[in-house]
């Protein structure tokens, strides 16, 4: 699977951005996708996540202010989003897409988010 990730850019302290993340290749291998993301000096952590069926999960510092969909047909995904609102500044950071299949784990180029304070 290979996947290519765009949406990063600057953003003020409370505002938004879309992330976006397009899959291609074996995509009906997909069991699911998320968003990590790595800050400066810190561990890539998870963001959030979506299944095949739509089932979703969150970070506990970004309930309610992030929401992961996905373009879904027949249990398989071939697009991810990260709507992300009401931006912080800890929430600056390179985020990464990542698909899990069975038997592998794909990751996307990095797509750098950076809120001023």
């Known amino acids: 699977v290979q996947l290519q990730a765009s949406g990063g850019g600057l953003v003020q302290a409370g505002g938004s951005l879309r992330l976006s993340c397009a899959a291609s290749?074996?995509?009906?291998?997909?069991?699911?996708m998320g968003w990590y993301r790595q800050a400066p000096g810190k561990q890539r952590e998870l963001v959030a996540t979506?299944?095949?069926?739509?089932?979703?999960?969150?970070?506990d510092s970004v309930k309610g202010r992030f929401s992961i969909s996905g373009d879904i047909t027949e249990n398989t995904i071939n697009r991810m989003y990260l709507q992300m609102n009401s931006l912080k500044f800890e929430d600056t950071a390179v985020y990464y897409c990542n698909a899990r299949s069975r038997a592998t784990s794909s990751w996307g180029q990095g797509t750098l988010v950076t809120v001023s304070s």
């Open positions: 290749g074996s995509i009906n291998s997909i069991i699911y």
């Open positions: 979506i299944t095949t069926r739509g089932v979703t999960s969150y970070k």
